[in-house]
C-alpha cells in the first residue's frame, strides 16, 4: 500500500515538476508509437478495406493468419526485427539497430494486424448495410470500402487509439530492437522496466501512471475535439413543403419508347428461387406498382432491374434517343443508407460517383435538396435527421443524379401520414418529370394514387399485371390477387 502512495506522490511530483529527462522519455515514446500507428494506419486501413471487399483463392486463410496475428507477442516481433537489422542480418548494413527507427519497425509491425483486422470487421458490417446503395451509386468495390471508411471513422479512430495504446504499453519489441540507450532509444516503457530491475517499485509504478496519464490526455483531446466538431453544427428550420421549388419538368418524353426489358430473368439465392424467370418491358415514363405479401420478391425484382444480382435470362437496356447513352438509374432502399456525412455532402458523393464535372455538384446538390424542403439542413449530419427527412435526403440523392428509372421499395414505410404525403409529392413530380418509376409498396391506396401499371407477386412469381385504372376492379384477375386484395382492401 505505502509503495502504491509513494508512486502516486512521485508520479504527481513528476508531472508538476516537469523533469527534463522524464518529459525527454515521454516525448520519444509518442513519436516512437504515433509513427508507427500512422504508418500503421496507412498500411492496415488499407489492407483491412481490401480483405473485406476482395475475394480470392486463400482470402479465407490470409484473414485468419491476420486475425491469428493480433496474439502475436510484442518480443517476437522484436527479435523478428532484431535478426533483420542485426548486422549478420539481410538489412543490417541500414544501421538501424538501437535507433528509435528501428522501435517505429517493430511497433508498425506490431499495429498493422490489429488495424487491419478490426478496419476490415468494421467495413464489412458497413457493406452488409450499405453496399449495395454504394453499388447503386455507382460506387466499385475499393471505392465503397474507402468510403465506408470515411462512414465509420469514429470506430476508425477508436481503433487508431486502441493500435496506439498497444504500441506504447509494449516493452518486449522496443527492449530488443532499442536497446534501452539512456537518451537515445529509452521510452517509457523500457525505463519502467530498467527501475523494476532495480528494485525501485515505486519509481516504476510512478511512471506507469505517467505514461497513463500522457495517453489519456491524448485521448481526451481527441474525443473533445469530436464533441466540439459535433456541436459547431446546429439544425437549421426546415422550409415549409409550400415554399420550395418544385423539381423541373423534364422535356416530354415519348411514352411508349421501351427503357428496359427483362428476358426470362430470374433469381435464385443458392437452393432458394426469389424470383421466377419473367418477361417484362418497361416503357419511357412509365409508373410500375409492385404489390403483393411479404417476401413475395418484390425488392428482388427491383435489385434485379438495377442489375445488382446475380440472374438467370437477360436484362435489356435500351439505348435512350435522341440522346444516344445508356438509361441512368438510381433506387432507393427501404431503409435509406445515409454516410455519416452531411446532407450537402450525401449528394455530392452521389455525384462525384455519377462522375458529374466538380464545378457543377455544388449547384445540383443545392437544386436537388431544395427541391426536397432541406437545403436549409445542408451542413446537418445526414444521419441526425428525422426518418421522414432522410426518406427526403435519399430521394433528392437519387434525384441529382438526373435518373432515367428511379427504383423505389417501399419509399414510405414507417412515415407518418403527412411524411407520407410528402414523400408521395415527391415522386409525382419525378415521374411528371419523365423519369420511369417502379415502385414497390403495401399500401394499395399508394399504387392507385401514383402507378400507371400494377403488377401483383406471389411467392416469387408475377401472377397479375394490368393498367393501374383496371386493376383493382378487373374481375378476370386470377385468384390469387382477387385474394390478395379482398384481404387488403376491405372496400372492393
Ligand atoms: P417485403 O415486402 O417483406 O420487403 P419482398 O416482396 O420485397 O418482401 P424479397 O425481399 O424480394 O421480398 O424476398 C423474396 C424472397 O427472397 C424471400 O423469400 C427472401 O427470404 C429471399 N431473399 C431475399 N434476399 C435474400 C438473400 N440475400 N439471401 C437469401 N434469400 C433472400
Known amino acids: 500500500m505505502n509503495t502504491f502512495l509513494d ?27 504515433g509513427c508507427a500507428v500512422l504508418i500503421g494506419a496507412v498500411l492496415g486501413l488499407w489492407l483491412g478495406a481490401w480483405l473485406a471487399v476482395a475475394r480470392f483463392p486463400g482470402h479465407g486463410l490470409l484473414v485468419w493468419l491476420l486475425n491469428t496475428l493480433l496474439a502475436l507477442p510484442a518480443v517476437v516481433v522484436g527479435l523478428l526485427v532484431y ?55 455507382g460506387a466499385g468495390p475499393l471505392r465503397s470500402a474507402l468510403l465506408l471508411l470515411v462512414h465509420e471513422r469514429l470506430g476508425v479512430l477508436t481503433l487508431l487509439l486502441t493500435a496506439f495504446g498497444r504500441a506504447v504499453a509494449e516493452v518486449g519489441a522496443v527492449m530488443i530492437v532499442g536497446g534501452n540507450i539512456a537518451g537515445i532509444t529509452r521510452v517509457m516503457t523500457t525505463a519502467i522496466a530498467l527501475e523494476t530491475s532495480k528494485g525501485d517499485l515505486a519509481l516504476a509504478l510512478g511512471l506507469g501512471l505517467v505514461l497513463l496519464a500522457i495517453v489519456g490526455a491524448a485521448n481526451g483531446a481527441i474525443l473533445l475535439a469530436q464533441w466540439w466538431a459535433e456541436q459547431a453544427r446546429a439544425p437549421a428550420p426546415a422550409t415549409p413543403l409550400a415554399a420550395r421549388p418544385v423539381l423541373a419538368a423534364a422535356p416530354a418524353r415519348p411514352v411508349s419508347q421501351p427503357l428496359i426489358a427483362l428476358q426470362q430473368a430470374g433469381v435464385s439465392f443458392g437452393e432458394r428461387i426469389a424470383l421466377q424467370p419473367l418477361t417484362l418491358t418497361l416503357a419511357r415514363g412509365e409508373r410500375l406498382a409492385l404489390i403483393g405479401a411479404n417476401g413475395s420478391g418484390k425488392t428482388t425484382l427491383l435489385r434485379l432491374l438495377h442489375g445488382l444480382l446475380p440472374h438467370s435470362g437477360r436484362i435489356e437496356r435500351a439505348e435512350l434517343q435522341p440522346e444516344g447513352r445508356a438509361p441512368r438509374l438510381a433506387m432507393l432502399f427501404q431503409k435509406p443508407f445515409l454516410l455519416r456525412l452531411s446532407v450537402y455532402r450525401n449528394v455530392w458523393i452521389a455525384l462525384w460517383l455519377g462522375g458529374v464535372p466538380a464545378a457543377q455538384r455544388p449547384q445540383r446538390c443545392h437544386e436537388a435538396l431544395a427541391a426536397v424542403g432541406l437545403d436549409g439542413q445542408a451542413q446537418r449530419p445526414a444521419r441526425a435527421l428525422s426518418g421522414g427527412q432522410q426518406q427526403r435526403l435519399a430521394l433528392a440523392r437519387a434525384w441529382a443524379t438526373r435518373p432515367d428509372l428511379l427504383l423505389l421499395d417501399e419509399p414510405t414505410a414507417s412515415l407518418d401520414p403527412s411524411a407520407k404525403r410528402e414523400v408521395e409529392t415527391l415522386i409525382e413530380q419525378v415521374a411528371a418529370a419523365g423519369v420511369t418509376v417502379v415502385m414497390s409498396t403495401h399500401n394499395l ?13 406471389e411467392a416469387g412469381r408475377l401472377v397479375a399485371e394490368r393498367p393501374a385504372e383496371h386493376f383493382f376492379t378487373d374481375p378476370t384477375l386470377p385468384t390469387e390477387a382477387a385474394q390478395f386484395l379482398r384481404g387488403e382492401l376491405p372496400w372492393t
Open 7 to 33: 508512486s502516486l506522490q512521485l508520479a504527481w511530483g513528476l508531472i508538476v515538476g516537469g523533469d527534463a529527462e522524464l518529459w525527454r522519455i515521454a516525448l520519444l515514446s509518442l513519436r516512437v508509437s
Open 445 to 457: 391506396g399508394q399504387a392507385k394514387r401514383l402507378a400507371d401499371r400494377v403488377a401483383y407477386f
Open 83 to 137: 535478426l533483420l537489422l542485426s548486422r549478420a542480418g539481410p538489412l543490417g548494413s541500414l544501421g538501424l539497430l538501437f535507433t528509435p527507427t528501428a522501435m517505429v519497425v517493430a511497433q508498425t509491425l506490431l499495429v498493422v494486424p490489429l488495424i487491419a483486422a478490426l478496419s476490415r470487421r468494421l467495413v464489412q458490417a458497413a457493406l452488409d448495410e450499405g453496399g449495395d446503395q454504394l453499388r447503386s451509386l
